[in-house]
């Protein structure tokens, strides 16, 4: 007759006084799905910066969004895709050191985070300087990680355009 047996590994004891205290290690995958703003994600470790515009005649807002809508916020209507004109270039509009980043800011510490006007943008996008020290104003060109692209919105930010 065949026993159960036990398939797992021996819980690890950390401490016996006052009372038993054993590891009990515990993983979770979380399965996250970029949904209908995928192109951004794809055009990313492309080496492409997605954007959408809103296509409705009768809406006000005519410029494109990054990060980009599914739905435009003014209208509800689905919004469409295009890709920023390479190079892209941008100016910075604000910025602010990082000395401790959050979950899931899998960057050294400190950087620089910075928020970049584009032409034709309704948004001003965050993200980091690669290097360099950032000024209100300067010029940065948007830098794609298409070698191990890690599937985040990391996969692009941006560098000083005058020092090329
Ligand atoms: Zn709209």
């Known amino acids: 007759m065949k026993k159960i047996e036990f398939i797992g590994k021996a819980a690890v004891i950390r401490q016996h006084i006052p009372q038993n205290v054993i590891e009990f290690p515990r993983s979770l995958v979380h399965f996250h799905t970029y949904g209908l703003l995928t192109p951004f994600f794809v055009g990313l470790r492309e080496g492409r910066l997605m954007a959408t515009r809103c296509k409705n005649p009768k809406c006000s807002e005519k410029r494109m969004w990054i990060p980009p809508r599914a739905h435009c916020p003014d209208c509800y209507e689905l919004m469409e895709w295009e890709e920023v004109p390479q190079p892209v270039i941008g100016t910075i509009y604000a910025y602010t050191q990082v000395v401790y980043a959050g979950i899931g800011m899998e960057l050294t510490t400190p950087y620089w985070q910075i928020d970049v006007e584009l032409p034709d943008c309704a948004t001003a996008p965050k993200s980091y300087l690669l290097y360099g ?9 948007a830098v794609f990680r298409t070698e191990y692209p890690t599937n985040t919105v990391l996969d692009y930010c941006w560098a000083p355009y005058d020092e090329e």
């Open 133 to 141: 020290t950032p000024r209100i104003g300067i010029k940065v060109k």
